[in-house]
């Protein structure tokens, strides 16, 4: 059943290392071992489609299991082409040097009076009245929580993980 599901998930066809991976996770959350899975990576060589396998497990395991579930990548340049490539599968957060900031214009998020106000690593800072809350930065956290697959980069996740 899991791999019907898997496959459900998949964007687009998969190649024959793709369904065989496919099979593979289906067979292992099928096994019940999956349950009690906070983490899972996926290395393997470039050109295999990982970013396919990750969003068919990410959105099998989140419907199978409710709550968020996060796909993590290296790098913010891995996180634009999961975007590029699943526009509407899931929701790209980054770090506040990756905002506009409307108060202080021309600067980011990070580089603004309101972002130097920091609050602990992976938190939402307070903002000082002279901000709008009209922030991009603050819209994008609150919708990430809200997301039930979220992609965020290495940098962020740990971020966010450290202050859990």
């Known amino acids: 059943m ?3 599901e898997l496959i459900r998930n998949f964007p687009g066809t998969p190649r024959p290392q793709q369904d065989a991976a496919l099979h593979a996770l289906a067979e292992w959350i099928d096994s019940g071992k999956s349950s009690d899975v ?5 290395d393997a060589p470039t050109g295999v489609g990982k970013s396919f396998l990750a969003l068919s497990l990410a959105k099998t395991y989140q419907q199978m299991f409710g709550g968020q579930v996060w796909v ?3 790098n913010k340049l891995l996180q634009d082409q999961y975007v590029a490539d699943f526009p509407k599968d899931l929701f790209c957060l980054k770090g506040l040097d990756n905002y506009s900031c409307h108060e202080d214009h021309g600067k980011t998020c990070g580089q603004s009076k309101c ?3 920091r609050a602990p ?3 939402i800072p307070k903002f000082p009245k002279y901000c709008t809350r009209n922030c ?3 819209q994008a956290v609150k919708a990430g929580r809200q997301a039930p697959v979220l992609l965020l980069n290495a940098a962020k ?3 966010i993980l450290k202050t859990h």
């Open 2 to 4: 899991t791999y019907k």
């Open 38 to 42: 906070r983490y899972f990576g996926c």
């Open 72 to 74: 993590v990548t290296q």
């Open 115 to 117: 972002g130097r106000i």
């Open 121 to 123: 690593e992976g938190e």
């Open 136 to 138: 991009e930065y603050d």
């Open 157 to 159: 996740a740990f971020n």
